[in-house]
């Protein structure tokens, strides 16, 4: 992965898949080669039967809204408002409060590299440490409680690789969290924590670096996004039997070292199917109950990593920028409708997850983002017009929700 300007361009002509990545192991060799003693994440090209899509011209300017800093677990002084956006600083220890309009109103101490979160009907948020679940009632902003793991993570420490919560999520009458729990060199676990007496009451194996966690719309199965194994764990809610079902739209090949995986799913509310972006290029439509998947055409071409979706079934993906500069396009979020038809929305820099507020109008997409290149801010979109501009926020900020 790597940084790159916002700049338009024109969907890469349709070729077979053979072909396709044939190309792909001749233009990509060098740069896989460099990267797999890092243990990157997925990247490549490709491309499959078309769908219609527009590429949104870049804004005329884009600005940062100067904040002040704020000290991290500042106090309340009054309950936090609806619309207040709630995002995890990766690159700290806190969770941090942001007035949209504004910037960031105060910040509370979680615990060490907080990735993703939830936040339940209750008002209280869910964040995935490395040192525990941290459990933070929003509207007080305080920590109430941090759940530790039962998994054997090793030392606490930061960055890409560490230990500890990666995805979470939480039941649909939020009696439980589920949290993927990152092993380092080995496969995952799922734990699942009762929200009720604060406390891990089981847990079972997954795939490795399980970046994302999502729950079938009734409760009766989780699905862990396992990044390293190229795979999705289905988990059975009631008993905890697991299936792997691959997901690997461009091959295996690489291993460890391949850009070519999984990174963050959606359920689609519309038949419970995980939606799973890849490249900017190719959209898996996973049925997890048959294992069975279908390939749809994007048209971002460019890295992607996270993605969430609207009731109305709109997906949300973010464009992380190119691998290649000389064939890939710049950072963007792609905005896709249900009947397939994208548009894309440059942006400036790198970012990891996105967010879109109740009324639809605008989405916040953190700049935190798992490798080099990151900055301490969001980017607000203006569906409307596809206008944007940066907000400072946060440290490294990753998950976020709109409270």
Known sequence: MGSGSPCPGTPRPVRPLAAQESAVNRTRALVVLA????????????????TPGTRAAPPSTTTTTPTTPVTPSTPATGKTPAGTLLVADFGADTVTFVDP????????????APYGFVVGADGRAWVATAEGVAVVDTASRTRVALVPYRTATGPVTTGEYRGGGMGIALSPDGR????????????GTLEVIDTASLKVTDRVSVGRRPFDVDVS???????????DSFDVTVVRADTLRTRRIEVAPYGTAGGLGSWLKPHYAVVRPSDGKLLLPFEGERLVEL???????????????????GATITPDGTLFVVGTGPIDPATDEGPSLTVRKPDGTERVIPLDGPHEDVAVSRDGRTAYVTGGFTRDGYWDGLTVVDLTDGSTHRLAAGSRPLGIAVL
Do not use: K
């Not at 439980?176 to 496969?187: C, E, H, I, L, S």
């Open 101 to 112: 309009a504004r910037g960031p109103i105060g910040s509370v101490r979680v615990g060490t």
């Open 287 to 305: 049925d997890p109950r048959t294992g069975r998947s279908e390939i749809r055409r994007m048209t971002a071409d460019t890295h992607q990593h």
């Open 35 to 50: 990267a797999s003693v890092a243990l990157l994440a997925g990247c490549a090209q490709g491309a499959d039967p078309a």
């Open 217 to 227: 719309r009734d409760g009766a199965e989780v699905y862990a996004t396992d990044h």
């Open 176 to 187: 439980r969290a589920y949290v993927g729990v990152n092993v380092p060199g080995g496969n």
